[in-house]
T-cell receptor, first 113, second 112 residues
Framework: DAGITQSPRYKITETGRQVTLMCHQT?????MFWYRQDLGHGLRLIYY???????DKGEVPDGYVVSRSKTENFPLTLESATRSQTSVYFC????????????FGPGTRLTVL | GENVEQHPSTLSVQEGDSAVIKCTYS??????FPWYKQELGKGPQLIID?????GEKKDQRIAVTLNKTAKHFSLHITETQPEDSAVYFC???????????FGKGTRLSVIA
């Protein structure tokens, strides 16, 4: 099906483990984004990408790594998970960085024990 | 950088009444202001947006107003219905290639 998908939808891991959250879009949108959503903080941008092999830091990039070898995929890796990274993570895509609608995925709920 | 403040954080209205959510922004260069609605268990979805050359925009029961002098913009929902219950986010951006900055969200509850 066309659209933007995230996997897994739910993940429980332990402190110190590496975790990768996947994001895939079928629209060939240039821009892709990773946000985290926490109570009281709203949506905070972690990283974004303007095209394959181009990535930029957002507001809260520490502890995260991204890559974008293909236009349609934008994985987010927590190299050594910490409890403060427990959150709901949303991936989004757009034709441009901000002037066009961002289409959000369904989210991944990550719990770090 | 841009800072977006959103109020109130929670809002309860009776079905059929109007709801108003307000946002202020700090960067006078910002010129694009979208509103997103997030239903329970889903990702946010764009419901309306406004650009700085327009003061007001309507789409059926929802409208957005923009006051560039005061650097604030508002979402107005009239004749609220239970399905309007959701979290609403405002956002601002100053340029095509500058990421959106979101407010912290408003949880709207429409009481039947």
């Amino acid at each position: 099906d066309a659209g933007i998908t995230q996997s897994p939808r739910y993940k429980i891991t332990e402190t110190g483990r590496q975790v990768t959250l996947m994001c895939h879009q079928t629209w060939s949108h240039s821009y892709m984004f990773w946000y985290r959503q926490d109570l009281g903080h709203g949506l905070r941008l972690i990283y974004y990408s303007a095209a394959a092999d181009i990535t930029d830091k957002g507001e809260v990039p520490d502890g995260y790594v991204v890559s974008r070898s293909k236009t349609e995929n934008f994985p987010l890796t927590l190299e050594s998970a910490t409890r403060s990274q427990t959150s709901v993570y949303f991936c989004a895509s757009s034709r441009t960085s901000s002037y066009n609608e961002q289409f959000f995925g369904p989210g991944t709920r990550l719990t770090v024990l | 950088g841009e800072n977006v403040e959103q109020h109130p954080s929670t809002l309860s209205v009776q079905e059929g009444d109007s709801a108003v959510i307000k946002c202020t922004y700090s960067d006078s260069a910002s010129n694009y202001f979208p509103w997103y609605k997030q239903e329970l268990g889903k990702g946010p979805q764009l419901i309306i947006d406004i650009r700085s050359n327009v003061g007001e925009k309507k789409d059926q029961r929802i409208a957005v107003t923009l006051n560039k002098t005061a650097k604030h913009f508002s979402l107005h929902i009239t004749e609220t219905q239970p399905e309007d219950s959701a979290v609403y986010f405002c956002a601002a951006s100053e340029a095509r290639n500058t990421p959106l900055v979101f407010g912290k969200g408003t949880r709207l509850s429409v009481i039947a």
